[in-house]
């Protein structure tokens, strides 16, 4: 129950220094190999437990000989799980171990604006040898995750592009399902590039401008074959907890011979639990299921897409006494992906007063880069959205493009209350995702004072426009 595992870590937690400080550490296997166990010390009634993370350099290998030099927190890739309970106080130190301004954002946390990590809502900026401590009562429960927050622009070397990124898990008072153990697994994609997409397939527009294209990927550090297998015996429960930590590339995932029961979407259980057999996870979003163990043997759970899982996006699931090579089967009558599935039919109530919202491109022809607009206009010159305390907020999202936008609003969860034209309730979200050239509304409460920045989690679109602040009257 609530996650219980039954084998130990193969890397280290995290040591109670002088001060009550947890220095966060460990292998990022240890993430691959059931989740890191929760943090044992605890700070006293009313005090806030601490933490430490740096960002620095990091070496990631891959596969061997297959060496990535990039950004990341304290030592490794993933950063360290940080797990705490649902209303406990945390003070994080993030110190700036680059030559670069960096800074840290709790994704999926409602906390006050300053402590948010973003410079556009007033989170200071952490300079090169500098340090900054953020300090928040950590709600609500769920899988989270942290990353940086920094614009990258033309550079492909920071931020999302990078490796600065990890699990903030929230645990409830009560667990939410039952099962044996968990594992949690970071999806990322690497060694990314610019390119003129019209000149490697057709199908662009001759104006469309550069693009990013990546040339291997992983799971947690490790690309699929490399790396320790995730050992699982036949009959257990196992939940996965999944997060799409790539700067612009959606993920279809699948494990041959079995079925991911969707518990929770972006930390919050879903109304209306569904067995799948394959998830999409656009970038930002998290997905936990349970996968009952009833298929022996050494599995791969990957990407669909075989370019992708060649390239290094899978793990290997291997079965208590199994041998031989990963098996992997292509999934037959694949059902499209619908958030609908997950949530209730009925009608959400009327909202107070609604925003309508276009998103537009603006294709920055060959070698050149696209702009992206919210009613018409690019970030910073995008009109901010005014709410008023305490009143529900319908928001109507119309893409104009072609391309799909990962949407997300900070410091606040909305509800999704159409999805491509069908009406629906009850499934609570930080990420929602719009396809090209189509609509969708979302719900949220004005219940969080502050500037809360609105932005599509590409991290291309973002960079170049896709941007707003929700601020409050």
């Known amino acids: 129950m609530g996650g219980l595992r039954d084998q130990a870590n193969d890397g280290a937690v995290g040591t109670l220094a002088p001060g009550r400080r947890r220095f966060l550490a460990g292998a990022a296997g240890a993430l691959a190999a059931g989740g890191l166990c ?7 009634p009313g005090d806030a437990t601490e933490f430490q993370l740096d960002i620095g350099p990091v070496s990631v290998e891959l596969a061997p000989g297959h060496i990535v030099k990039t950004i990341g927190y304290n030592g490794r890739v993933p950063g360290p799980l940080i797990r705490v309970r649902e209303g406990e106080a945390v003070s994080i130190t993030v110190r700036n171990n680059t030559a670069a301004a960096d800074l840290v954002h709790w994704h999926g946390l409602k906390i006050p604006a300053a402590m948010d990590g973003t410079m556009e809502e007033g989170s200071p900026m952490i300079e090169p040898g500098g340090a900054f401590t953020y300090r928040f009562t950590a ?21 999302l592009y990078a ?8 645990d409830p008072a009560r667990a939410p399902g039952r099962y044996d153990r968990e594992v949690f697994l970071a999806l990322h994609h690497w060694e990314p590039e610019w390119v003129i997409l019209q000149d490697r397939i057709k199908g662009p527009p001759p104006d469309n401008g550069l693009e990013v294209v990546y040339n291997s990927a992983s799971i947690n550090d490790k690309a699929l074959g490399h790396g320790e297998p995730i050992r699982v015996r036949q009959g257990q429960r196992v939940l996965f907890r999944l997060l799409n930590a ?9 494990l041959p011979g079995h079925r991911f029961s969707v518990v929770a979407m972006d930390g919050n259980p879903v109304p209306n639990p569904q067995e799948v057999d394959w998830l999409l996870l656009a970038p ?11 298929q022996p043997g050494v599995w791969i759970m990957g990407s669909l897409l075989d370019a992708e899982r060649t390239s290094g996006m899978g793990i290997v699931i291997e079965y208590e006494a199994a041998a031989g090579p990963p098996q992997w089967q292509p999934l037959a009558n694949r059902r499209p992906w619908d958030y609908a599935i997950f949530a209730r039919p009925d009608a959400p109530p009327e909202p107070e ?4 919202l276009v998103f537009s491109k603006i294709a920055g022809g060959r ?32 893409n104009l493009s072609g391309d799909m936008h990962p949407v997300h609003l900070h410091r606040h969860s909305f509800e999704v209350t159409n999805y491509l034209g069908k009406p629906m309730s009850g499934l609570i979200k930080d990420v929602v995702v719009l396809p090209g050239r189509r609509s969708g509304e979302i719900d949220f409460v004005a219940d969080n004072p502050g500037p809360s920045l609105f ?5 291309d679109h973002q960079d170049f426009g896709f941007m707003a602040l929700v601020k409050y009257a």
């Open 38 to 44: 929760p943090l044992q010390a605890r700070a006293a």
């Open 139 to 159: 709600e609500p429960a769920g899988t989270r995750w942290y990353h940086s927050h920094a614009t990258a622009g033309r550079d492909l070397g920071k931020s």
């Open 163 to 170: 490796g600065e990124y990890g699990f903030f898990q929230i």
């Open 246 to 254: 790539s700067a612009t590339q959606s993920v279809p995932l699948a």
């Open 284 to 294: 930002a979003e998290r997905i936990d299921a349970v996968v009952e163990m009833t």
């Open 353 to 356: 007063a609604r925003i309508e």
């Open 367 to 398: 070698g050149g880069y696209n702009r992206w607009t919210i009613n018409g206009k690019s970030f910073p010159d995008t009109a901010p959205i005014i709410v008023q305390a305490g009143k529900r907020y319908r928001v109507s999202m119309h």
């Open 455 to 459: 932005h599509c989690h590409m991290q």
